[in-house]
Structures are given as C-alpha cells and as structure tokens.
T-cell receptor, first 111, second 114 residues
C-alpha cells in the first residue's frame, strides 16, 4: 500500500541552529503535504502545508520544500527555540483521500 | 484548545471490561475520525465518519465499535481488549469538501489494557 517514510526518528540540535526533517512518499498522485507538531500531552496540530503546484512555502521560521520528481518533501526550522521541542509528523494525500502519515520525528532543542 | 474535546484523558481497563471513549467537536465540522497512536509508529486511521455516516473502517477488530449519533459527537466503544491495544487514541475533525484537509485533533485518551 501507499506509505510515507520520515527521517530521522530523533533529531537533537543546539538552540539557535537549524533543523531539517525529511519525508518521502510512494503515491505519485499525492498532491497535499501537511506537517503537524505534537507537543507533550496534546494532539497533533497543523503548522504548515504545501500543495503540489508549489515548490516551497515559508511561514516565519518554518519552511517546507517539495520535490515532486523525487517524491520527497522537507520541513526546515531556523533559529530553533526551546518551544520547538516536540514530535513532528509529515503526511501526504491525494484529492479526497485520507492522509498517509509518517512515523514522526522527535525534535530535541538543547539549551 | 483546538475545539475538539476527548474524555477521559486516561483510562485503565481490564481485558474483560467494557468502556467508551467520547469525542466532541465545537467547530461545525462534518467529518470526524478515530486514530490510534502507538510509540514510534505512524498514526493509524481507524474510522471515518462523514455527515454521520461511516465511510471508512480500516480493518479494525470488532472489539472496537464506533458510534456517531450526530455531527458533533463521536464515541469509540471498547470491549474485550488485548494488551496490545494500549495506545493513545486520538479523535479529529475536519471540514470536508472545502478544499482544505486540515484535521483538528483532540488531546487524546491514553488507554492502558491490563
């Protein structure tokens, strides 16, 4: 079946440095790619998403890039802060289909 | 506060018990979901309801039984569970057919089967 692979499973970065999380997807018809952040004791929350008609989208310190040819997309967080510590999930879907989720990346920001 | 409320937050139950998880959304959405979240695994979609009608059942064992009495409430009835069913159960809602697929999640119910 369709799947989404996410790497790394754990990422530890120094406060102020950048963090990059990568995902690959198998369904070439996928056209919607959201990223969710899950803080401890909470459910996942959408932080940014991108559709297949654009290659990059930015929102303050976070950005997402999409390479449709290679079927991968990445989340970039710059100038990391302690409140960025969380588990991040990528997902992919095609129109009117359900989201296929990655396994998550635990991001640790070291002071 | 995301507008999706789940109760209880924590539940410990024996394998012979019957319990129910409750989810309520105050966002006016027309689709609701149950997900299972286990450590280091992708979110597993269990059930989907669109306009109160179940549209997906992803090969979930019959010991899990969903109920959607109206578009704002969703239940997950549990009976004769197994220890491997211990996980975080997340409810989510979305507004289908508007061009956006954003899902709003509740805080989850941490279920432990003993």
């Amino acid at each position: 079946g369709e799947n989404v692979e996410q790497h790394p499973s754990t990422l530890s970065v120094q406060e102020g440095d950048s963090a990059v999380i990568k995902c690959t997807y198998s369904d070439s018809a996928s056209n919607y790619f959201p990223w969710y952040k899950q803080e401890l004791g909470k459910g996942p929350q959408l932080i940014i998403d991108i559709r297949s008609n654009v290659g990059e989208k930015k929102d303050q310190r976070i950005a997402v890039t999409l390479n449709k040819t290679a079927k991968h997309f990445s989340l970039h967080i710059t100038e990391t802060q302690p409140e960025d510590s969380a588990v991040y999930f990528c997902a992919a879907s095609r129109s009117n289909y359900q989201l296929i989720w990655g396994a998550g990346t635990k991001l640790i920001i070291k002071p | 506060e995301t507008g999706v409320t789940q109760t209880p937050r924590h539940l410990v139950m024996g394998m012979t018990n019957k319990k129910s998880l409750k989810c309520e959304q105050h966002l006016g959405h027309n689709a609701m979901y149950w997900y299972k979240q286990s450590a280091k695994k992708p979110l597993e979609l269990m059930f989907v309801y669109n306009f109160k009608e179940q549209t997906e059942n992803n090969s979930v064992p019959s010991r899990f039984s969903p109920e959607c009495p109206n578009s704002s409430h969703l239940f997950l009835h549990l009976h004769t569970l197994q220890p491997e069913d211990s996980a975080l159960y997340l409810c989510a809602s979305s507004q289908e057919r508007t061009g956006t697929l954003e899902a709003f999640f509740g805080q989850g119910t941490r279920l432990t089967v003993v």
